[in-house]
């Protein structure tokens, strides 16, 4: 896990409206969004027990986490597509969040860091790098993940349906691995979301 540093940088405000506008911080212990950089690009994927469990797959970009909830997690084969619906964007602290969402509140339910770790935008169009900003308004990224668990190239490519996770094919793709039941723990407190969620 990246630590993350503070640099005093007033950061984000407009960009985490949706983000504040939906949740009570007096009620939830979520991270209310402050002015904090990390040293380097983060992602993390953290597991969240809600209604209907899902995996939200985030992206430091620009001082914030760009969200996607994925629905069936990510995956190790290039031959999974795993949809993956944006959701608003969440203050660079939420990758450090793990706890249990009030009843009542948005997104209630347990939340386990399930992997974090850096990554690399390794967009390219016509042989040219392209910056993630622009990759992502064009509705198709390339990254290379430097995680606890997921590693090697990862694409979300945007669809009408929504966003689509794809693992791409290189040697740290596994096709036989079922890394979501092999691997369920938090990479920050060793907890399941059932052994959260039952304290
Ligand atoms: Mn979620």
């Keep these: 896990m990246q630590r993350l540093r503070n640099f005093g940088v007033p950061m984000a405000g407009d960009r985490l409206k949706d983000y504040k506008d939906k949740r009570d911080f007096c009620v939830t212990s979520e991270p209310t969004g402050g002015s904090i950089s990390s040293g380097s690009q983060i992602f993390v994927v953290q597991k969240h027990d809600a209604r209907r469990l899902h995996y939200d797959f985030r992206l430091e970009v620009n001082g914030v986490l760009k969200s996607w909830a994925v629905p069936k997690g990510p995956s190790t084969n290039p031959k999974d597509k795993r949809l993956a619906i944006e959701t608003e964007d969440h203050p660079l602290e939420y990758a450090n969040f793990e706890g249990v969402i009030p009843e009542g509140q948005y997104g209630a339910g347990a939340v386990i860091v399930w992997d974090a770790g850096s990554y690399r935008n390794i967009t390219q169009r016509d042989g040219q790098k392209v910056p993630l900003e622009d990759a992502l308004e064009d509705g198709h990224i390339a990254i290379w993940l430097e995680g606890r668990k997921l590693k090697g190239g990862y694409a979300l490519t945007r669809t009408a349906r929504g966003w689509i996770l794809v693992k791409m094919k290189d040697e740290l793709a596994c096709v036989s691995c079922d890394i979501l039941k092999?691997?369920?723990?938090?990479?920050?407190?060793?907890?399941?979301?059932?052994?959260?969620?039952?304290?």
């Design 182 to 199: 092999a691997e369920p723990r938090s990479v920050l407190s060793g907890k399941t979301v059932e052994e959260l969620s039952a304290k």
